[in-house]
């Protein structure tokens, strides 16, 4: 075929919204709604990269209703998948061998709270919106940020399929879409390719806290019906992390048998050879665990990474031709472990400022300003410095946040801030080595094989996702300095350090196509040279029931 790419098809809509998680269905459905009601037209598009909505949303999920509540206050007659209402939380310590049950902060009673598959709820929001007239196109990858000539967005590009490895049109090449709008938000999720770039080119962290991320990786299983307490929340800290590391675990049964469990890291651990995974597993072992698996099988298994700066680092949300939603932008109320429902609300609020440009050219509110006025924003503000007060380790984490939630009651008169995450690690030279159990293949597993159900599919023949900015530093500085820790702190064995014979020496070898899109190389590599970027549209994981 020609090295000649064709021109690409272009498409007008009013608003396009990148990303079909929460925040963007929600903003979909609300901008169809308030046109109905002003018995107006408005074209809204909706674009996903994964193969089908829902294939790439991974979360817990303890769903908080409120926002949904405001969006579908029939949801429950329209058949949303919100099943098993949470019946019980239990919040553990763990040592390495017994596990001493705390009293439940108040930020994480679970009380009408619903135990779901956030996935599954998407896929549901995702009818309701197309039963309002929103196109949604999944499969489809904005892989470019389309800008006018006085440099407003003015919307998206999807990416050309059929690019080779070696960037040049295959045989089944074909041109990517533009996808223009008076309006784009931007939902991309947790550390969005095309939300960094938007970040640096309108400046919008300067003078606000860098945001700060976790790792959070999630298996669901099937176990025994004697194992099962449909609406149990368990969540747990301490083993097997030391107690300057920030992490903990959650357990919540569904319906059908199923128990979701993972376990969540902050990205700003010091040790370079933790291993979040092989933690993960390891916290399985424990004896007060390991019961609910026993007898059970593992079906699904996922990674992600989620937003952790919480109101501190929540960023000037516009820019001329658009806005920031959801985690995209970091709305996760992280002591209440849940940021769906204030996503779906951002995604709503910006909805209803959007729509007040679109059809009455009204600027005089922002989408962060009105947010301001929302619930959302005083939720977050309350819960502001518990996070960053784990820096101190989980005692006087602990400590500090009972004196915040029980004393202080979230009014504390000053606000402690976030330390970006890759410059948190020490050198592996003053680092203490880990060395991890092997897996038993019945309540432990190695890392490709976890892949291996998380569905996970790439064109093989496609320039890679995973771009190093200097390709010379991954030995240089990553492992000379760190032991190449990229090799651990990967949930799916992405990154592999190949030792040569000779003068040649060790060479990074990156594995793209067992990618889970989890982000944690773009957040953690020390020296910021891992470019994540999206592959081919469809390409990824594909979870089901996640």
């Known amino acids: 075929m020609s090295e000649e790419r064709a021109a690409r098809e272009r498409m007008e809509y009013d608003v396009v919204v990148v990303g079909a998680g929460p925040s963007g269905l929600a903003a979909a459905i609300r901008l169809k709604q308030l046109a109905a009601a002003a018995e107006r037209e408005i074209a809204v598009c909706v674009i996903d990269k994964g193969s089908e909505v829902g294939a790439h949303i991974l979360s817990g999920a303890v769903f908080e209703p409120r926002a949904l509540n405001e969006l579908i206050p029939d949801w429950r007659e329209r058949g949303a998948p919100l099943k098993t209402p949470a019946s019980e939380d239990r919040f553990l310590l763990l040592t390495r061998s017994r596990a001493v049950r705390l009293p439940t902060p108040p930020q994480m009673h679970n009380h009408g709270n619903y135990i779901i598959s956030l996935g599954n709820l998407c896929r549901w929001l995702a009818i309701e919106a197309e039963a309002l007239g929103v196109e949604i196109y999944s499969g489809f990858a904005a892989a470019e940020v389309l800008y006018d000539d006085a440099g407003r967005v003015r919307g998206v590009a999807t990416g050309d399929m059929g690019i080779g490895r070696d960037g040049r049109p295959t045989d089944r090449y074909q041109p990517g879409v533009e996808l223009v709008a008076r309006e784009t938000l931007f939902a991309e999720g947790c550390r969005g390719s095309l939300t960094k770039t938007l970040v640096e080119r309108f400046a919008l962290r300067d003078g606000i806290d860098p945001q700060t991320y976790a790792i959070g990786i999630k298996e669901l299983w099937e176990v025994a019906p004697s194992r099962h307490q449909p609406g149990l929340v368990i969540h747990t800290v301490g083993w097997p992390l030391d107690a300057a590391t920030y992490g903990g675990s959650f357990l919540y049964h569904l ?73 995209a932008a970091g709305f996760v109320n992280v002591p209440k472990i849940k940021g769906s429902h204030t996503a779906m609300k951002s995604g709503m609020v910006a909805a209803e400022t959007i729509f007040r440009r679109v059809t009455g050219n009204d600027y005089r509110i922002s989408v962060r300003s009105a947010l301001e006025e929302s619930w959302v924003w005083d939720e977050l503000r309350r819960v502001r410095n518990i996070r960053p007060s784990f820096r101190w380790g989980l005692w006087a984490g602990l400590a500090y946040s ?105 060479y990074l070898q990156i594995n793209a196509q067992n990618c889970v899109h989890c982000k944690t190389c773009d957040i953690k590599d020390p020296e910021q040279n891992i470019d994540w970027v999206v592959p081919e549209g469809g390409g990824g994981p594909n979870y089901p029931n996640m």
């Open 255 to 327: 319906e059908d048998r199923q128990v979701s469990v993972g376990f969540v890291i902050g990205l700003d651990y010091r040790n370079p050879y933790l291993n979040p995974f092989e933690e993960f597993q390891r916290f399985k072992t424990h004896p007060a665990i390991r019961p609910f698996f026993e007898g059970g099988r593992r079906i699904s298994y996922g990674a992600r990474a989620l937003n952790e700066g919480g109101f501190q680092s929540i960023p000037r949300l516009d820019f001329p031709g658009g806005a920031l939603v959801g985690c």
């Open 402 to 506: 009972a004196l915040d939630t029980y004393v202080l009651r979230g009014a504390a008169p000053w606000t402690l801030h976030n330390h970006a995450d890759h410059t948190r690690l020490l050198p592996a030279a003053r680092a203490r080595k880990i060395t991890y159990p092997r897996p038993d293949g019945q309540i432990t597993f190695d890392r490709l094989s976890s892949v291996f159900i998380s569905n996970t599919n790439h064109e093989e023949d496609q320039p890679p996702h995973l771009k190093l900015r200097d390709p010379a530093k991954a030995i240089t500085v990553n492992y000379r300095l760190y032991d190449s820790p990229e090799q651990r702190y990967c949930p799916a064995g992405v990154y592999e350090i190949v030792q040569r014979e000779g003068p040649a020496g060790p």
